[in-house]
């Protein structure tokens, strides 16, 4: 039997929604990896962090919490990022306490079940990847960003558990003699990669929101 909506969680979702405030990721198939051409510069993985934010409860309970980059590297060529790559511990993603309002639940419990079988299962596919396939100028008289100061947009391959997507989103990049900065926030479709509760239909994983906002302040050293 085909199973529907209850007509409160969608009134309730369009409530918390309330508008954009975050860019949503263009979502395609996998593409090649970019040439990393020029110097190469090492992911201060110190100093870079990686948040994640989605809602639980049709959109009135927000969790968000953080991941670890544990390696990687861009590359750079008069003046301009041309490449690279990072890795992230699924294993390491952390839940901030501050998320978790409801008296009966610990920010542990949800990070054990974000890390089950039920969502990435760290178990088999302990880390995520992301592989830049393009970077190009952005041009705010065609494209619209939520994001400040956007420069550029990023595409890459982004994999999760064992599927790989393409997506693309703005971001603000600075290349200095010695570092290079780039900021981002993003959302996207975590089903497209497969990772649902239960099944697709289910009452429990329309409940839990399926666009995951990703935001990263991400900081490389020259080698």
């Excluded at 990847?129 to 890459?156: C, E, H, M, R, W």
Aim: glycine share 8%; charged share 20%; with cysteine.
């Amino acid at each position: 039997m085909k199973q529907t909506v209850p007509a409160f969680i969608l009134l309730a979702t369009l409530a918390a929604c309330g508008g954009a405030s975050t860019d949503q990721a263009k979502t395609e198939e996998k593409k090649e990896a970019a040439v990393a051409s020029g110097t190469a510069y090492a992911i201060d993985t110190t100093t870079t962090t990686v948040q994640w934010r989605a809602t639980h409860k049709g959109g009135f309970a927000p969790r968000f919490g953080t991941i670890k980059v544990t390696d990687g590297s861009l590359n750079v060529e008069n003046g301009a990022v041309t490449g690279g790559s990072f890795n992230v511990n699924l294993a390491a993603l952390a839940v901030d306490p501050a998320s978790i309002t409801e008296p009966d639940k610990k920010a542990a419990d949800l990070e054990g079940h974000l890390k089950s079988g039920d969502f990435f299962d760290v178990a088999k596919y302990p880390s995520a990847k992301f592989v830049i396939t393009g970077i190009a100028p952005y041009d705010s008289a065609k494209q619209k960003s939520l994001l400040p100061g956007a420069t550029n947009l990023i595409s890459g391959n982004l994999t999760l558990k064992d599927s790989t997507l393409n997506i693309t989103f703005p971001a603000q990049i600075t290349v200095a003699a010695n570092d290079v900065t780039a900021t981002a926030k993003f959302v996207i479709d975590r089903s497209a990669w497969g990772i649902s509760y239960k099944t697709e239909g289910s009452p429990e994983n329309w409940m839990i929101s399926k666009d995951v906002e990703i935001g990263f302040n991400l900081k490389a050293a020259k080698k």
